[in-house]
Structures are given as C-alpha cells and as structure tokens.
C-alpha cells in the first residue's frame, strides 16, 4: 500500500515537498512514478525514478521546479516543489511501476493547492 | 513526444451495451500500452497492460486490442459497476503520456 503525505495550500512561488511511503512490498525494486490530477481534468504524468534512482525523467512542465528521489531504506518516495505556480494545483499520486513499465499500484493522492 | 488521443471524450451508454474506446498514438509504441479505469475521488485501476493483457481479478468483459499506433478499448457487455472514465497510457517511452480520458455515462 503506498500513502501520499505533505499536500497543503500553498501561495505561488512557494515549496512543498510531498512524501510516499510503502508499506507492502520491496520497494527497492521497483521504479516509482508521480502522477497528478488537476481538479475537474485528466491524468498527468510528473515524473519517473528509476529503482536505483539511476534513472530520473520529468514532464516539461516540471523540470527545473520539480526534484524526485527516494530512500530505499526508508521505502519512501520524495517530490520536492520549488516555484509553484497555480496549475500546478492537483491531486497527486505516487505510484509503481512493473518492471515493463505499467503502472500497477496507485497511492490515495494527496492535494496541493496553490493559491494566494 | 508521443502524444495520445482518445475518442470519444463522453460515451453515453446502457448497461448489457457494447462499448469500444478508440486510443491513438502520435508515433509507433508497439504494444507498450494500458488502460485504466478511475472512479470519481479514487485512485486509477489498471485494466490491461502490454495492449491486451487483462489485470488479474479484472472481470473477462474487458478487453483490449491493437498494436502500433492505434489502440481499443471494449467492454463487452457493461455493467453498473463500469461507468467511470478510463485513460490509455503510453509505456513505450519519456516522457509517459496518458490520453485525456473517455467518461463512460448513463444514457
């Protein structure tokens, strides 16, 4: 079971760094991936690490804003956002990835607002 | 990037209807594809992955098919339980890209 955590209104500019922890399975095995839901819209994907964080990729509306990483130790998954802007208010999901690549195991979604 | 489109956007449909959702992507991806399903305020299920390939405990009244660049979707016979919006994803390559989704509704 994966649970999102740190979800919070913020004001625009501002940082906020959402957690993901496992509770179920190796999470060390497996590449994670965060997925976000505006209010009302489809799904987005944010971005993907890799199971030895080798491997890091971003949606081009992130990059440059948005930090993955992980802890295996701690079986946790990390999303730190720095300059947010409005749009990126959302639900958003962490969630794992079989080794081909489909999106298996969702979170509950935490929510981020930003807003001033 | 791939880019996905789904058509419809809105099937308005009855339940013991057929319904198809048609899923395209802007270049080859082969079979790397899923569809999900999501109900309001609830995480995506995955239904099919690698294009056909049904989940485990997912029921036998969906399907999927294609390969390449153009993708479906069927429910043979839907069920009460099935009206929500469901998403193809493409898993070929990054970035990932999911189409902008199909709401399944009461006619």
């Known amino acids: ?116 | 990037d791939i880019q996905m489109t789904q058509s419809p956007s809105t099937l308005s449909a009855s339940v013991g209807d057929r319904v198809t959702i048609t899923c395209r992507a802007s270049q080859s991806i082969s079979y790397w594809l899923a569809w999900y399903q999501q109900k309001p305020g609830k995480a995506p299920k995955l239904l099919i992955y690698t294009a056909s390939n049904l989940e485990s405990g997912v029921p036998s009244r969906f399907s999927g098919s294609g390969s390449g660049t153009e993708f479906t979707l069927t429910i043979g016979s839907l069920q009460p339980d099935d009206f929500a919006t469901y998403y193809c994803q493409q898993y070929h390559s990054y970035p990932r890209a999911f189409g902008q989704g199909t709401k399944v509704e009461f006619k």
Request: hydrophobic letters at 35%.
């Open chain 1, 1 to 116: 079971q994966l649970v999102e955590s740190g979800g919070a209104l913020v004001k625009p500019g501002g940082s906020l760094r959402l957690s993901c922890t496992d509770s179920g399975f190796t999470f060390s095995s497996y590449g994670m991936n965060w997925v976000r839901q505006a209010p009302g819209k489809g799904l987005e994907w944010v971005s993907s690490i890799s199971d030895s964080s080798v491997y890091i990729y971003y949606a081009d509306s992130v990059k440059g804003r948005f930090t993955v990483s992980r802890d295996n130790a701690k079986k946790s998954l990390f999303l730190q956002m720095n300059s947010l802007r409005a749009e990126d208010t959302a639900v958003y999901y962490c969630a794992r990835n079989r080794p081909a690549g489909e999106v298996d195991y969702w979170g509950q979604g935490t929510l981020v607002t930003v807003s001033s």
